[in-house]
């Protein structure tokens, strides 16, 4: 029978957005808020999805092998996500293979989440550009083992295109990890920073940014220069 269930919530979670279909994950055993939007993704051996009020799911993204996803209120992810996690911790740690973020957290487009041990998103942190990587577990060599460990962005974070972060990282609060840079453990304490580099460093601070404050996910196009 427990196969069969498996097999029927494959098929639920490729239907496109409705209520019905937010009903039937939510009698499967996960929680899916009634004004969420899930589009067809593939999800793959999780047991356990919570997407919260007014949270938008772009369609083709993955999830697979996770102990527990927590997406908050008004979480928005694009299309194109690969979050997985090497289920073998699980068996060390109850909280291996979790991710969680906070209300009006972003996972923008085509990055990959290696969520074997945890990663956690602060109340509106934004994964933005494309190509984030963040990796959780490592070898340990002098030992020929891998070892999982936590990844956290804490509030009003955002890391740009192209980032590398790796078992250990933390990016303060209100900051910014520039495009291309590379995060292992703390760069730094200051909060409202741009870190920047390979590893990456503090630069300077920022200036205030109306996406420490935002009530919403909106960000229209305002304009081209050239």
Known sequence: MGAVVRRVQF??????????????????????HST????PIIVLGCPRVEIGRDAVIGPLNVLRSMRRIHLGDQFLMGQLNYISAAREFQAFDEEAGVLTTGTLAVITNRHYLDSSGIIELGTRVIVGGTRVIMQTHEADLSTCTQVAGRITLAEGSMVATGCLLLKGSFLPRNSMLAAGSLLR??????????????PAAPVRELPPMHYWIRDTNDMPPSAVEF
Do not use: D, I, M
Not at 11 to 32: D, E, I, Q, R, Y
Not at 36 to 39: K, L, P, S
Not at 190 to 196: F, S
């Open 11 to 32: 098929f639920v979670w490729l239907l496109p957005p409705s209520g019905v279909k937010n009903s039937l994950l939510t009698a499967a055993g996960h929680c899916v």
């Open 36 to 39: 969420a939007r899930v589009g």
């Open 185 to 198: 453990g703390t760069a730094g304490e200051q909060e409202k920073h741009l870190y920047a580099g390979r």
